[in-house]
């Protein structure tokens, strides 16, 4: 079967065999062959790359090798039922982001409710209407597109992003860059969300007066500096709901390297400005960056005229008011 043979490929191969960048991948799980054959024909009309799975394990074991764009769900299947294999999905970070649409003939309110609850984005009840699966397909596809182009865009500008569920703390979805970062700074992966980012998080949700925006939170590694911003609730609010959390890196080498470029200073007075704006006096300054203290006030005179100001508070002020422009989460 293709499904069989796709699922055995490597990853890299496997993504360009299944051309990602002209159609869609729809994971089809129902036990009865004749859903599933109409389905296929009908999915495979329409321009849909195809994969089918006959019970929940061969459902857990493609979605988490192929990552489909969406997954079509028969609730109803002799041994892992869809609802469990739905709650598996959405509980695994790997496969959390992926919209389920569920297929049942069950219509009562009761069952319907459960396919949402358990993690679906929709349901479409038995028998089939294939037209109509194709149109609650397009609808979610489309917001699950956006999803994905706005976490590629977060990595591409140096933010990374993660969604931890604040009832159990399991760290639900996170970009490539997110799990780099989680890993160089506190050593763990999804679905582990460090404690100390779970206990900020918990504190927010459960202040009586929810803050707008609430302090960030901080961690430092050398000269490198992680900050955490909540960025919105996702979900419903059961438990404290799910929350977006949008994470940047910032080293003192990049903030310097701002504000040379920004107001025309060599590497040195850049690097002296630097060190005023976060508060040190000429001595400490020397001692960072292994020049007397006349010798970082020689620069930072220098620096003055460059910036047509009179006082390090002046230029400080200055510089502090840029650098938040360009990197709005830096903190003093």
């Known amino acids: 079967?293709?499904?069989d043979l796709l699922t055995t490929l490597p990853r890299p191969l496997l993504d360009r065999t299944l051309d990602r960048a002209n159609s869609d991948v729809v994971l089809i799980v129902d036990d009865v062959p004749d859903n599933l054959a109409m389905l296929h024909d009908a999915l495979d009309e329409s321009g849909y790359t195809v994969l089918v799975a006959?019970?929940?394990e061969a459902a857990l074991q493609r979605a988490a090798q192929v990552l489909p764009d969406i997954i079509l769900l028969d609730a109803m299947m002799p041994g892992?039922?869809?609802f469990e294999v739905a709650r598996r999905l959405k509980a695994t970070a790997q496969t959390a982001h992926i919209p389920i649409v569920f297929m049942t003939g069950l219509t009562d309110t009761e069952y319907l409710v459960a396919?949402?609850?358990c993690g679906g984005v929709d349901y479409v009840t038995k028998p089939i209407k294939p037209k109509e699966?194709?149109?609650r397909m397009a609808v979610h596809l489309q917001g699950a597109r956006e999803k994905r182009q706005a976490r590629s865009a977060l990595d591409a500008f140096g933010y990374a992003s993660i969604t931890v569920r604040v009832s159990d703390g399991r760290l639900m979805w996170q970009t490539p860059l997110a799990r780099e970062l989680l890993l160089r700074y506190?050593?763990?992966d999804a679905p582990t969300t460090p404690i100390p980012v779970l206990a900020w998080l918990?504190?927010?949700v459960q202040a009586k007066e929810v803050l707008a925006e609430p302090p960030r939170l901080s961690i430092e590694l050398g000269s490198q500096r992680l900050t955490f911003r909540l960025h919105q609730q996702i979900g419903d609010s059961d438990g404290g709901g799910d929350w977006l959390i949008i994470m940047q890196e910032v080293s003192d080498a990049s903030v310097i390297e701002s504000i040379a470029l920004s107001f025309k200073l060599t590497p040195r007075e850049a690097e002296v400005l630097y060190w005023v704006v976060k508060g040190k006096i000429n001595r400490d300054i020397g001692d960072i960056v292994g020049s007397s203290p006349m010798t970082v006030k020689k620069h930072l005179e220098r620096v003055f005229v460059k910036l047509g100001v009179e006082t390090r508070t002046a230029a400080a002020a200055m510089v502090l008011s840029r650098i938040?422009?360009?990197q709005p989460q830096f903190e003093q």
């Open 1 to 3: 079967m293709k499904a």
């Open 54 to 56: 006959t019970h929940g």
């Open 80 to 82: 892992l039922d869809g």
């Open 115 to 117: 396919a949402l609850e």
């Open 133 to 135: 699966v194709l149109a």
């Open 186 to 188: 506190y050593g763990t």
């Open 202 to 204: 918990r504190r927010h």
């Open 324 to 326: 938040r422009q360009l």
